[in-house]
């Protein structure tokens, strides 16, 4: 599967599958993509991933829209890094005049980050909440880990099977979608994400969630290790897009608060205005987390990250252990994510992802109708999954045509990619830029690409 | 003490030593600064520090100055992130221009980084060295380690006893200075740096430091725990700066690789021409380290950072381990750091580092015969320390009178921090763009500083 903007890689397969383009690939490219392929090879380290047997050269983007070398145009339904839209001016006139004038460090008042900071946490459901920043995602739960064990006093954390919470040593150990590739902590509990298609409803995947976090924390309640709480992004992008109906995962967020563990909720993904449904992802579920943690979406593309801590979760660590981030929360990194928090009020865009992607998820699955292949559409706002299937009844996930799906989506100007531990589950998330007009196209696209796996 | 711009704290003693501000301070401040401190401390966790009794709210910066917001211009002679200079316009123009085009991640072909990672490459003392781009020099040291244990099979590490590589939970667990507060890997191996100071020359520190590294080999390979290798600024700086003479540290670096240890050097600190005599710290003692690590100077302020790593020591982890960057090496963080290796390049500044540190050390020198708590003054290029004792003979560190000083400088317009086990030695580690008309203003501020003093 493909975790988003994760590593390739399959919990327990070669890390050479999924889209990735292989070197097998590289005889059948033009001179240009081939010397940039020979350039790769030679000065990046081979962890280094392209997407696509016909990798694409990127060079200019506007909006939902990308264009490539030789001038062709992508419709992007894949990158929510770029949230409000690729090059968008608020964002690059933003870090342009901040960059401009100052960038330094925390250890000096800066008025920008207090504002920011102020406008963040009015965001979050309780006045409590405190702010560390960080560079990126992978950071932010990092740290958060570590403030849950100082809090908590336990090791031991919960996590889904598929989930990818980042790249450091910590925070690997703690994403079992690497499983097959890294080694996991040992105090580590893997539970199953709310399937909510193969559950057939969200009450089903809920009570099926709230029986694995029970079991999973009576475990821990078995051995010495203490019980740390729970970590996930509350719309399980990376196990398929479970993001159910309103108040499918409280209960199992109640019991780990219960029973003295904390809720992280790893809003990477489902973050600022994507759901449509609320600003943040866990809202959708009226959850209240002891950790918010972002990242991606937060600068559209400028490397900022944060952590949001309550109080009384943060202070047993934060009064007694040093934390300092260069980078963190410098002025053009918080004039970045000033824009964007700006500009998606201004635009409306959490309404807009939500009228948009309801429209984009009718369409798809008025598409269904001819389509046997299509098993479910399911999501929120911009953030929809299109789960490929065998066969209806069985609902065995088709790996094969996932990726020719994938790959004949990019040949006719359309980028995305699958998730889901089969591979099978397209993942559609375009920056909040996709407009009702670009639905035809990608419908279109869709439409011819599975009528001709069909044959 | 101080680690530049790390974590103020000291390794067995409280976080809140070090010239930071303290709650106490606070109702001494004007209107402005009070109120801008309560909302640090209603939304910003309470590990941010500020620095100085009187913290300094910077609003704008030009080259090697910075600018209040009372309009009050200071001398900066501490930020090294800004490597060429506050606000470069060849940074800003790059980002600019490069956030308006494209800013996507590396699954896509893109040549900026392979022009990047060439030229980078280029400055390495060999043509098999590969490149990973992260965002923080901790990023950078994290992945470090678990290549280097990967190559290598061992688990444990060496290093210096004030050194800070960093903030993620691998990283944090290897660095000594914040074993007063953070639990060290059980692994490490702590050893001192080659204290030129007190050693008396270079010869001696080097042969000091063989020892200590001899010793900490000898006990690591009685324990079961496998040598990983030696991770080290070159250049000592948070432990005191101890550039020491061409080679010091030669001897200790080949017996590492003798006994099948890897050589990580952290650049983060010396890298980018700072030490003047060569473009890396490591490669003023001719020492080809098996990892480099980059951060804070790279993309002036602009969240970039690096791994690079010969290739057969990067091949058993990246051939087998999936590490993805999101952010990392994206077109914007590699324009960023373009402009400043070109501008590194154009503007001859690692001539002019040699020259405008020798100058400045020549005239800290002089003032030291008027100056008896001036113990040392030592470095490289735009890299000095300035140590402060209570007694030449003795060489006691003047811990009360490096807190003055640098309170001292900071009312007088001159902003630095200290370092060292001590809170003694002055760092003295300008943007490159500190020029020799701006030497007399800091030597007569310390003259100042010291005379009062003194008195």
Not at 90 to 114: E, F, G, K, P
Not at 134 to 160: H, K, M, P, Y
Not at 179 to 203: F, K, N
Not at 254 to 267: K, M, N, Q, R, T
Request: contains cysteine; hydrophobic residues 40%.
């Amino acid at each position: 599967m493909i975790h988003d903007n994760a590593p390739i890689v399959t919990g327990n397969a070669s890390i050479l599958e999924g889209n990735s383009f292989k070197a097998e690939d590289a005889a059948a490219l033009p001179d240009r993509e081939r010397s940039l392929i020979e350039r790769r090879e030679a000065r990046l380290g081979s962890a280094y991933r392209l997407f696509y047997k016909k990798p694409v050269e990127l060079v200019r983007g506007h909006g939902a829209h990308v264009w490539d070398a030789a001038g062709d145009e992508y419709l992007d339904l894949y990158n929510n890094v770029p949230t409000l839209g690729h090059a968008h001016p608020a964002v690059v006139d933003a870090v342009t005049r901040q960059m401009s004038t100052l960038n330094t460090h925390t250890r000096y008042l800066h008025a920008a980050i207090l504002d920011y900071s102020e406008d963040l946490c009015a965001t979050l459901p309780g006045d409590d909440y405190q702010t560390m920043f960080v560079c990126t995602g992978s950071e932010a739960n990092d740290l958060a880990l570590r403030v849950g064990r100082t809090f908590t006093g336990g090791q031991a954390w919960i996590a889904t099977s598929e989930a990818y919470h980042g790249n450091t040593a910590l925070v690997t150990a703690h994403s079992p979608s690497l499983a097959g590739a890294e080694q996991m902590d040992p105090t580590l509990r893997v539970i199953d994400p709310p399937d909510t298609y193969r559950h057939g409803s969200s009450d089903r995947a809920g009570a099926a969630f709230l029986a694995q976090v029970r079991r999973a924390i009576e475990d821990i309640e078995k051995s010495n290790e203490g019980f740390a709480g729970l970590i996930a992004d509350s719309s399980f992008s990376s196990d398929g897009v479970f993001t159910g109906e309103s108040g499918m995962i409280t209960a199992a967020i109640d019991l780990v608060h219960e029973h003295g563990g904390i809720f992280i909720a790893d809003e990477v993904q489902p973050g600022f205005a994507r759901t449509g449904e609320a600003f943040w992802g866990f809202a959708r579920h009226g959850l209240v987390p002891d950790i918010v943690t972002t990242g991606k979406p937060m600068g559209n593309g400028f490397p900022v990250a944060g952590m949001i801590a309550r109080h009384h979760v943060l202070e047993p660590f934060s009064s007694t252990r040093p934390y300092f981030n260069t980078f963190g929360g410098n002025p053009v990194a918080i004039a970045a994510a000033q824009a964007v928090l700006d500009t998606i009020h201004a635009e409306g865009l959490q309404q807009h992802a939500l009228e948009v992607g309801r429209a984009f998820r009718a369409a798809l699955s008025e598409l269904a109708a001819n389509h046997p292949a299509i098993g479910d559409v399911r999501g929120a706002g911009l953030y929809t999954a299109l789960e490929l299937v065998t066969d209806r009844d069985t609902k065995t996930p088709a790996t094969s045509l996932g990726l020719a799906v994938i790959e004949g989506l990019r040949r006719r100007g359309v980028l995305t990619s699958v998730c889901g531990p089969g591979n099978n589950i397209l993942k559609l998330r375009p920056p909040l830029a996709f407009a009702a007009d670009d639905i035809p196209r990608a419908i279109d696209a869709l439409d011819a690409v599975l009528s001709e796996a069909a044959h």
